[in-house]
């Protein structure tokens, strides 16, 4: 049964920091990068962040670099989403998702990702 599943979210005040955490069953971990997207009320479901599956390269959103950092733990099979300097335009649900190809695909838009989790909610206020 593929699982991936979110924890972390809550609610912060604005300048605050949050870390997300997927975790996922490991066969459908290894080998693949992973990312995290997020869906604001009323909006489409945007990329925030992804990492290759060695976790040598990470990619950003250009509206969250300098202050989220995407990381993984492979041995662990989990996916970390560390962010500072939170905003209320940060406000959404927080989704992690897998890459739907096996060493070489990075999940930077929604149809190349596969599975994802339940979604986390993140709530910052001013």
């Known amino acids: 049964h593929v699982q991936l599943v979110e924890a972390g979210g809550g609610l912060v005040q604005a300048g605050g920091s949050l870390r997300l955490s997927c975790a996922a069953s490991g066969r459908i971990f290894n080998g693949y990068a992973m990312g995290w997207f997020r869906q604001g009320p009323g909006e489409e479901r945007e990329f925030v962040a992804a990492?290759?599956?060695?976790?040598?390269?990470?990619y950003y959103a250009e509206s969250v670099k300098g202050r989220f950092t995407i990381s993984r733990d492979n041995a662990k099979n989990t996916v970390y989403l560390q962010m500072n300097s939170l905003k209320p335009e940060d406000t959404a649900v927080y989704y992690c998702?897998?890459?739907?190809?096996?060493?070489?695909?990075?999940?930077?838009?929604?149809?190349?990702?596969?599975?994802w989790g339940q979604g986390t909610q993140v709530t910052v206020s001013s």
């Open positions: 998702a897998r890459s739907n190809t096996a060493f070489s695909v990075i999940p930077t838009t929604h149809d190349l990702a596969d599975y």
């Open positions: 990492i290759k599956w060695s976790g040598s390269s990470t």
